[in-house]
């Protein structure tokens, strides 16, 4: 079973790539309010069980797909 | 074994490994390797130096995945034992990540690597390494790093500060946006302590200055 695991920064501050993406954007003449930049990891689990895939994600992603002094993440089932 | 050896950290991907260990043997003292992939005594070593570089070509984050490493099983045990444990630059990373130390290290303010000669200043002289030196104390080193901006929030910040955490400052210009100029910080207990900046790099004169040779006076 596939499960996504999209980590995000935290706050605009912390997001330097958001940043230098947003400003290329805007010097390139598009309009853009704001632009942010995280990572998205896709684990192929052998785990079947859909609750319990959620579950071991989670845990492998608290161990260390994030930071949480920095980063926020969500799952979803592919 | 006897513990007056000091053990230097190889990850794949460190690069300052062998400065380092030239650095405690020019200072009188015998060092010896350790290998990631392997757990070694905690009771073996009189300190442990984690050196910079870029362990695992700095993928998912600077350090996340040499924190993991079962060598840093066996520099957390130490370290729960009261032994010295010294991180530089790529080491400072490796140490926030493994939960030895607060904070994280992020992307420069400016978003650029690094490379330059800064002043700092040492805000509490209870670390094992750089003995000699004073509160108060002035010294120039090297700095070469993209991730080297100290972070934390308020609150933490605010406990480093209360519990004297705080190790090394940057003296004049704050090079990479990191929290209340913050260069280098210990543990609760004082026994982990690291650092951006590079004292392996200012041992001798030559090497442009030798502030950082009291770092590896053990």
Same mark, same amino acid.
């Given at each position: 079973?596939?499960?996504?695991?999209?980590?995000?920064?935290?706050? %605009?501050?912390?997001?330097?790539?958001? /940043?230098?993406?947003?400003?290329?954007?805007?010097? @390139?003449?598009?309009?853009?309010?704001?632009?942010?930049?995280?990572?998205?990891?896709?684990?192929?689990?052998? %785990?079947?069980?859909?609750?319990?895939?959620?579950?071991?994600?989670? *845990?492998?992603?608290?161990?260390?797909?994030? !930071?949480?002094?920095?980063?926020?993440? +969500?799952?979803?089932?592919? | 074994?006897?513990?007056?050896?000091?053990?230097? &950290?190889?990850?794949?991907?460190?690069?300052?490994?062998?400065?380092?260990?030239?650095?405690?043997?020019? /200072? #009188?003292?015998?060092?010896?390797?350790?290998?990631?992939?392997?757990?070694?005594?905690?009771?073996?070593? /009189?300190?442990?130096?984690?050196?910079?570089?870029?362990? =695992? #070509?700095? =993928?998912?984050?600077?350090?996340?995945?040499?924190?993991?490493?079962?060598?840093?099983?066996?520099?957390?045990?130490?370290?729960?034992?009261?032994?010295?444990?010294?991180?530089?630059?790529? #080491?400072?990373?490796?140490?926030? *990540?493994?939960?030895?130390?607060?904070?994280?290290?992020?992307? @420069?303010? @400016?978003?650029?690597?690094?490379?330059?000669?800064?002043?700092?200043?040492?805000?509490?002289?209870?670390?094992?390494?750089? /003995?000699?030196? $004073?509160?108060?104390?002035?010294?120039?080193?090297?700095?070469?790093?993209?991730?080297?901006?100290? =972070?934390?929030?308020?609150?933490?910040?605010?406990? &480093?500060?209360? !519990?004297?955490?705080?190790?090394?400052? =940057?003296?004049? +210009? !704050?090079?990479?946006?990191?929290?209340?100029?913050? $260069?280098?910080?210990?543990? *609760?207990?004082?026994?982990?302590?690291?650092?951006?900046?590079?004292?392996?790099?200012?041992?001798?004169?030559?090497?442009?200055?030798?502030?950082?040779?009291?770092?590896?006076?053990?």
């Amino acid at each position: 079973m596939k499960i996504g695991v999209k980590v995000m920064p935290r706050q %605009e501050v912390l997001d330097t790539q958001g /940043r230098a993406v947003e400003n290329t954007l805007r010097q @390139n003449g598009r309009e853009v309010n704001s632009c942010r930049v995280g990572r998205y990891v896709v684990l192929d689990l052998p %785990e079947t069980d859909p609750a319990k895939a959620m579950e071991k994600a989670k *845990e492998m992603a608290e161990f260390v797909l994030y !930071n949480p002094l920095i980063e926020t993440f +969500e799952l979803e089932q592919l | 074994m006897s513990a007056s050896l000091i053990g230097v &950290l190889r990850f794949p991907g460190t690069n300052c490994d062998r400065d380092v260990f030239e650095a405690v043997e020019a /200072r #009188g003292s015998k060092a010896v390797w350790l290998w990631h992939a392997d757990r070694f005594d905690p009771r073996a070593y /009189r300190a442990l130096i984690l050196p910079g570089g870029f362990s =695992y #070509g700095d =993928y998912l984050r600077a350090g996340a995945l040499a924190a993991r490493s079962p060598a840093m099983t066996s520099v957390r045990e130490a370290a729960a034992r009261g032994v010295p444990v010294l991180g530089i630059c790529n #080491g400072f990373q490796i140490l926030c *990540e493994s939960g030895l130390l607060p904070g994280v290290l992020i992307r @420069n303010e @400016n978003r650029r690597f690094i490379d330059e000669w800064v002043d700092l200043e040492l805000a509490n002289p209870q670390s094992f390494f750089g /003995r000699g030196l $004073a509160a108060g104390a002035r010294i120039r080193l090297p700095i070469a790093h993209a991730d080297g901006r100290y =972070y934390v929030e308020p609150d933490d910040l605010k406990r &480093l500060q209360d !519990n004297g955490q705080i190790w090394w400052t =940057y003296h004049g +210009e !704050n090079p990479n946006g990191s929290v209340a100029n913050i $260069a280098g910080v210990m543990n *609760e207990a004082k026994n982990v302590g690291a650092l951006m900046p590079h004292p392996e790099r200012a041992i001798f004169d030559w090497m442009g200055g030798a502030d950082g040779a009291a770092f590896f006076d053990f």
